[in-house]
């Protein structure tokens, strides 16, 4: 005999709702990309900018993160961002090299 395990979540009515405050402003910068970006210029400066939305949102979380969490808290997270953006930097430039109009066409503009 199989039994249903039914889980309940509690949720407050009165908390913020990041995720859909997010979804919100990053909606410009995603139909700019899926409905008017025309050229590869386009395409570029489309992701450029939501790029640099994304970044300007993970700094915000960042810093109001930083202001709840005790100091060694604060040094671990620091030093694991710290790690994150070298990888993420590494990756880039692995893209870069690669991603080449050889290899991909057209889309290598896209990084």
């Known amino acids: 005999m199989c039994y249903g395990i039914s889980a ?9 709702d990041y995720v859909g405050e997010f979804s919100n402003r990053a909606k410009v910068y995603e139909l700019a990309i899926q409905q008017t970006a025309q050229t590869t210029q386009d395409y570029v400066s489309a992701y450029a900018a939501y790029g640099n939305f994304l970044d300007g949102e993970f700094d915000e979380v960042y810093k109001m993160l930083m202001r709840y969490l005790d100091g060694d808290t604060q040094h671990v997270l620091r030093g694991s961002q710290q790690k994150w953006l070298k990888y ?3 990756e880039f430039e692995f893209i870069t090299l690669n991603w080449t109009m050889e290899n991909f066409g057209s889309s290598s503009v896209i990084l």
């Open 88 to 90: 993420r930097k590494a």
């Open 8 to 16: 309940l979540a509690l949720d407050n009515p009165d908390a913020p």
